[in-house]
């Protein structure tokens, strides 16, 4: 066998195997293993290049949705892979990239989806009360089962088919990168699936408020459908306080408690996949293959729930040389007492970790490889959400909510 494989030719799932405790791909081993380290810094800085670009563009504002913070409507995963995929398909990337892109998705990605649980608390599902959990989960069942459908009558690939039920079911581009690894997911899928989820959700952030104000809906029920009905929680929130302050509210609430069964979602997905052998092509034990990032994943979202990440008072003064404090000319390296959020900080740090390993799925697509997808997923995936939608409705009107 070579000790000097073209890089290119591998997929990225292909380099997820020990996140689901199976061995790391013989590319990795050898002698080229000890040069992987300092080539990757390429790769890894290039990755973080355009991840930072794709921050400052999702953080413009958007008007007119620009009560919920000025926030950009457009999740900073979509646009690290656009901008990724940009870069890729004008420029030629030199292959010294590829071990570093490939440490983004394999290391960067597990410790993200880790990180992503402690926005999670179990209790907001509590809070919005029965009917409204009851619906989240009707939501989440039709969305996954009409994909199932979708692949078993053989409209869809498997794994696309099941990115693009997770994305739709329950939290569009988060949902699908945290379930890639799961199913071992190719790159071009997850680029698909994004672009497709995002795309529905746009569409609806835009159509859903005009559809309420003709039907002249509740606040609280608008907020419901809204909460249900997109994908995206920024697309969630632009809609909500578009419509009204209370509506915006509910939206968010009511979304919050949909992300929170993500968890037992991707537990049964990665359950399944393992015991299916999807993994290595035969049956195996489960607990060698499933991806135990998503215990961590729980872990975690349990920690926050039971107040266990707190909010930290600490004191600069001590920690860091005393010509460090006393020259800094930034008012965080200053000495006395400084709040520190534990959420708050492992929610940025997973939301920028996701968006870096996006950005290094987007440096190694290419539109050739999308090409092949075809336009019936997307289609599919655009009915899948106007059922969604057109069921919620349904339900709320029967409710009277």
């Known amino acids: 066998m070579s000790t000097n494989p073209d890089l290119s030719r591998y997929a990225w799932a292909d380099y997820l195997d020990s996140m689901d405790g199976l061995p790391d791909p013989v590319i990795l081993r050898g002698p080229r293993a000890a040069r992987v380290g300092p080539s990757a810094s390429w790769g890894l800085a290039s990755a973080l290049i355009v991840a930072i670009a794709a921050v400052w563009i999702s953080e413009l504002p ?12 457009i999740e900073g995963v979509m646009v690290a892979i656009m901008l990724g995929m940009i870069v890729a398909n004008i420029l030629p990337l030199p292959k010294l990239l590829h071990p570093g892109l490939k440490f983004c998705t ?4 597990p410790l993200a989806i880790i990180l992503l649980g402690a926005r999670l608390d179990f209790m907001a599902v509590v809070r919005v009360g029965a009917q409204a959990v009851a619906m989240s989960v009707g939501t989440i069942v039709l969305g996954l089962g009409l994909f199932l459908l979708f692949i078993k009558w053989g ?33 071009k899928d997850v680029t698909f699936s994004v672009a497709t989820v995002t795309l529905c959700g746009l569409a609806a952030m835009f159509l859903l408020p005009l559809a309420a104000q003709v039907m002249h809906m509740s606040d609280r029920a608008f907020g419901i459908w809204a909460g249900l009905s997109i994908h995206q929680t920024p697309q969630v929130i632009a809609a909500g306080f578009a419509y009204s302050q209370s509506a915006g509210d509910t939206a968010t609430i009511v979304k919050l408690a949909r992300v929170c069964l993500l968890a037992p979602v991707l537990l049964i997905v990665g359950w399944q996949a393992a015991r299916s052998g999807h993994h290595t092509g035969k049956r195996v034990q489960v607990l060698q293959v499933f991806p135990m990032f998503v215990l961590g994943f729980l872990a975690m979202a349990l920690l926050r729930t039971v107040g266990l990440l707190p909010d930290l008072t600490v004191r600069l003064s001590g920690l860091l040389p005393e010509f460090m404090v006393r020259h800094s000319s930034s008012a965080a390296l200053g ?29 190694e697509t290419r539109f050739s490889a999308l090409k092949k997808t075809g336009v019936r997923p997307l289609l599919l995936g655009l009915s899948a959400s106007v059922v969604i939608c057109a069921v919620i409705l349904a339900a709320l009107m029967a409710l009277r909510a």
């Open 155 to 187: 409209w869809v690939p498997r794994k696309l088919g099941l990115l693009l039920g997770v994305g739709t079911a329950i939290c569009g581009g988060t949902a699908i990168v945290a379930a890639a690894p799961v199913i071992e997911a190719d790159d």
């Open 335 to 363: 000495a006395g007492p400084h709040d520190v959020n534990v959420v708050h900080v492992c929610d940025t740090a997973s939301k920028f970790l996701i968006v870096a390993a996006m950005a290094a799925v987007g440096l």
């Open 62 to 73: 958007f008007p007119p949705f620009t009560l919920s913070g000025k926030r950009h409507p």
């Open 106 to 109: 394999k290391k960067l990605l």
